[in-house]
């Protein structure tokens, strides 16, 4: 009991891209206008950072290709994305973490995540054993990876050189993984085209995503962004 109370609380990452028309949900282009697919990201990551939000955690980090706006909520920190590839700005991530305290980071496309997918798993009385934290997505990617002991060597062993954005990327940090006693999140869906976009709606109806999906699909012009400082 002493050591579950002592336990230190997570840190969690969110990475994500400042929603611009033109640089966010390029694949829902068409049907959607590069306006219409950056409100959709903004509100998925609106949807991300509030359902996070709630999650126990000792520090709260987005880390950003570009500059926070509006929906961005209180409790926040922001640090910039490193260089590179997407494994390498992955990896890089994980040096913000706390020192001594689990890391879990999180994408900005899976708006339907709850807090209970994330409290539970990385609870003290939970986490006990565990070395790491994996969220398998359906295309064959992942949603999010978690260290119980996070260093900048870890986190560059396990993601530097794992093919990102294919069917394969998932399997090849899973293999990297091996040897470690990993906890299996939920599977999710990442909002990449529209029948993502369809299935994710429907699974979390309430979101601001799914408002912004309805408003886009029935035909309106694109719900007002809240912008973004700098731009």
Excluded: Y
Aim: net charge positive; proline share 10%.
């Amino acid at each position: 009991m002493r050591a579950v109370l002592a336990a230190p609380p997570p840190t969690l990452l969110v990475i994500a891209k400042e929603p611009v028309p033109g640089r966010v949900k390029t694949r829902l282009t068409p049907p959607c206008t590069p306006e219409q697919a950056a409100a959709l990201a903004e509100a998925a990551l609106a949807d991300t950072l509030r359902t996070l939000s709630t999650v126990p955690a000792g520090r709260r980090l987005l880390v950003l290709d570009g500059a926070p706006g509006r929906w961005l909520p209180p409790g926040w920190e922001v640090v910039p994305q490193s260089a590179g590839g997407l494994d390498v700005r992955l990896a890089a991530a994980f040096a913000h973490a706390a020192p001594g305290a689990p890391a879990l980071l999180v994408g900005m496309d899976t708006p339907q995540v709850t807090a209970r997918m994330l409290a539970e798993p990385l609870s003290a009385a939970r986490r006990a054993g565990v070395d790491a934290w994996f969220g398998p997505a359906a295309d064959g990617g992942f949603w999010a990876l978690g260290l119980a002991r996070p260093t900048a060597a870890l986190a560059r062993r396990l993601l530097v050189g794992v093919p990102m954005s294919c069917d394969r990327t998932g399997a090849v940090l899973l293999e990297r993984l091996n040897g470690m006693t990993v906890g299996r999140l939920p599977p999710l869906t990442d909002v990449d085209g529209v029948r993502d976009a369809v299935e994710v709606a429907a699974l979390a109806p309430g979101g601001r995503f799914a408002r912004c999906w309805r408003s886009v699909t029935s035909g309106r012009a694109a719900p007002a962004r809240d912008g973004g400082a700098g731009r």
